[in-house]
């Protein structure tokens, strides 16, 4: 199983970014696919999850200006970042789990300042 994520940069606050995941290796359409954050000196944490079925949760803290989405037959996974703060700066990881062992990318930073 491989996870790439792509998309991280630099932006001024209130701007937006997109964060992409590929997978390979393993059958996408049935997984859960969830994007984590861990800004320095933090704890990681999850900031959005959607279901194989299409049902999305968010952090509180992102809910209103961050989107999660998939699209099964790419094997992608994305997440659409808007009004963007500095307190979202963090290294962003895409995740999904089997019921054996769970399934990390080697992040994209997500910088935002002026």
């Known amino acids: 199983v491989q996870l790439v994520e792509s998309g991280g940069g630099l932006v001024q606050p209130g701007g937006s970014l997109r964060l992409s995941c590929a997978a390979s290796g ?10 984590y954050r861990q800004a320095p000196g933090k704890q990681r ?36 970042m808007n009004n963007l703060k ?7 990881y895409c995740n999904t789990n089997s019921p054996i062992k769970s399934y990390w990318g080697q992040g994209t930073q997500v910088t935002v300042s002026s």
């Open 26 to 35: 393993i059958i996408f359409s049935i997984h859960a696919m969830n994007w």
């Open 45 to 80: 944490e999850l900031v959005a999850t959607i279901t194989a079925g299409d049902t999305t949760t968010y952090a509180d803290s992102v809910s209103g200006r961050f989107t999660i989405s998939r699209d099964n037959a790419k094997k992608m996974a994305y997440l659409q």
């Open 86 to 92: 500095p307190e979202d700066t963090a290294i962003y």
